[in-house]
């Protein structure tokens, strides 16, 4: 898929006027990717009329059953419809794209960052959409079957995890190049605007010791697993795939490997090490994350 952002529709020449004349105030047009801004046609209004055209946000293109996941403005805000919560996208300059979550009434606002597209997932619970003001805009990609990235980062709050995060955040790099991502911690801390940590009911604290003198965190990434499944967030990708904060991490990478590994009904994991699996980077198919799911279960 393309990782370049949609081109910028150059505003047209503003026409001579006197001081007199309504301002020249950008009314609403739809952002269709390949689509051309029809210009509207000109008339006589006063100022205010202007203002009342302008202030009508158009809600009328909406995707059923897609999620646009990630690039969060803020905290989902609380939306009886669709029509609203596009109607809140409209009012926020900063707002791209939006999804509304029907069983929550939640609306999320997308933003530019990290990522400099969105990715398009199946989920029957949402309805999403595009900015529809000149200008506000952000592509939007679909996955081959095979290829959409489910990517989490457990964080410790202390030291240098975080500045890590947050760099790899405003470059867009690491689990923020997947479909998908998610930090997990101890506690709520705001990592980025947007952007806060899941909690997990652990101290994140153990002890080292084994044959390579590592830490013995096995029952931290229990817990961690335990709140990812209840999140319900892997189901919609084909690949969940956890990385250290200080783990060098190519999504674009993967995913060129992905097609050698096709999904088994058992599922598949990927070896990193021919001595085993290492902890920085797991990979896990979606049937994988299931048969886990089903063994805690157990």
């Known amino acids: 898929q393309p990782q370049t952002p949609g081109a910028a529709v150059a505003p047209s020449p503003a026409p001579s006027a006197s001081s007199s004349d309504v301002p020249n105030l950008p009314v609403n047009q739809p952002q269709t990717p390949g689509a051309a801004v029809v210009p509207s046609p000109t008339h006589s209004a006063s100022s205010s009329d202007v203002l009342n055209l302008q202030d009508q946000p158009q809600c009328s293109t909406m995707t059923s059953n897609v999620e646009y996941p990630g690039n969060d403005l803020s905290d989902p805000r609380v939306a009886v419809s669709a029509e609203e919560c596009c109607q809140l996208c409209a009012a926020n300059y900063k707002c791209l794209a939006w999804s509304w979550l029907k069983s929550k009434i939640y609306c999320y606002l997308k933003g530019t960052h990290p990522r400099i597209q969105l990715t398009s997932v199946s989920n029957d619970d949402a309805i999403s959409g595009l900015a529809t003001q000149v200008g506000r805009s952000i592509p ?29 955040y405003r470059r867009g790099a690491s689990i923020f190049a997947c479909d998908e991502y998610a930090i997990f911690s101890n506690k709520e801390i705001l990592v980025s605007e947007g952007l806060k940590t899941q909690i997990v009911k652990s101290d994140l604290k153990c002890k080292m010791g084994g044959e390579f003198k590592t830490c013995l965190n096995t029952p931290i990434f229990m817990k961690v697993w335990d709140k990812l499944l209840a999140l319900k967030r892997v189901q919609f990708h084909d690949w969940t795939v956890k990385v250290d904060p200080d783990a060098v991490f190519f999504p674009k990478r993967l995913r060129a490997l992905l097609p050698r590994h096709a999904e088994t009904a058992k599922g598949v994991y990927l070896n990193n090490c021919k001595l085993g699996m290492h902890g920085p980077l797991e990979v896990f198919s979606k049937n994988a994350v299931n048969a886990w799911a089903d063994g805690r279960k157990a």
């Open 140 to 168: 939007i990609v679909t996955r081959q079957p095979g290829q959409s990235l489910y990517c989490f980062s457990l964080m410790l709050p202390w030291g240098y995890e975080k500045g890590l995060l947050q760099n790899q």
